[in-house]
């Protein structure tokens, strides 16, 4: 293996022609620079320089080798300067997952846009998944960061989470329905509706949870029609099909001929999580988290 900084000394002499104004240059004594040099001839089994009394100059196959050795310590200054912005979080890759809501609350977005500010050589890639598919992603070290409806076992030897989303809930009303106009809703004004119940493709006990929060709040819906998505469920309030609970988060996403309600009394709301492997050796990582967790508001 070459010694680097040969090299740097065998540039030195090349560019001055003279071993008196490198090792000036280079701020070490003329004597150990010339058996630099000469230590480095021995190694390449090759003539570098022709020496005289008045100068020392290139060989033709010593200009052939400065070519190269400039480029080599070029690209080496190139990787160093990498390292750096590696280690300060400047640059590289993050492999993130997802579910869907992640999106639709802008969390996920928001993040993103706040990370990439100042950081434009950083390359996302992201992956909608299932929540177990993400976890067990963190686990193999596939993915950095996952956004989960649940979150893993406290008790997990390699993962860590925090909650970055308690999302509460809108009533959506075809705006045709005689309560569209109502001042205010309470629970006895729902029961006996035909309701729109989003099945979560994550879990079905996310529906039963639903189910159950409606019961304590005073109210069984009747369900008539089943969504995996909510906003297919928006879709089919929008055609007068029934009513619907969706994530206040996709107000935004309301069609034409939906009305949406608070409702102050119901309780119920959709979590978002982050998780991440507890062993992190690079420095995007935990910028990201930082990033992520500090655009979350007190839950």
């Keep these: 293996m070459l010694d680097i900084r040969q090299l740097h000394y065998f540039v030195a002499v090349a560019e001055e022609e003279n071993v008196g104004r490198a090792a ?134 390699d993962l860590d989470c925090a909650q970055v989303l308690s999302d509460a809930m809108l009533l959506a009303l075809p705006s045709e329905h005689p309560l569209a106009t109502c001042a205010e809703l309470t629970p006895a004004d729902l029961e006996g509706q035909e309701w729109i119940a989003v099945l979560h493709k994550e879990s079905l006990l996310k529906h039963d949870n639903f189910v159950a929060a409606c019961a304590r709040a005073g109210f069984t819906p009747d369900i008539k029609m089943e969504a995996t998505e909510p906003l297919t469920a928006l879709g089919l309030v929008a055609a007068g099909l029934g009513m619907a609970m969706i994530q206040h988060s996709l107000r935004h996403h309301a069609p034409t001929g939906v009305v949406l309600r608070e409702l102050p009394w119901f309780s119920y709301r959709t979590p978002l999580w982050a998780a991440w492997h507890r062993i992190n050796l690079r420095p995007l990582v935990a910028t990201f988290r930082e990033t992520l967790l500090d655009g979350v508001t007190e839950l």
């Design 24 to 157: 000036e240059r280079l701020h070490i004594s003329q004597s150990p620079l010339s058996r630099q040099i000469a230590q480095l001839e021995e190694r390449l089994g090759l003539t570098l320089f022709e020496r005289s009394q008045q100068r020392i100059r290139l060989t033709r196959d010593g200009r052939t080798f400065l070519a190269e050795v400039r480029a080599f310590l070029t690209h080496g200054n190139r990787l160093e300067s990498l390292a750096k912005r590696l280690g300060r979080g400047e640059e590289g890759g993050l492999c993130l997952g997802y579910i869907e809501n992640a999106m639709h609350s802008g969390v996920l977005p928001d993040a993103l846009r706040r990370l990439r500010d100042g950081r434009s050589a950083v390359h996302i890639a992201l992956y909608n998944m299932h929540s177990a598919e993400q976890l067990e992603g963190l686990r193999q070290r596939s993915l950095d960061v996952a956004l989960v409806c649940e979150p893993p076992l406290k008790d997990d030897p």
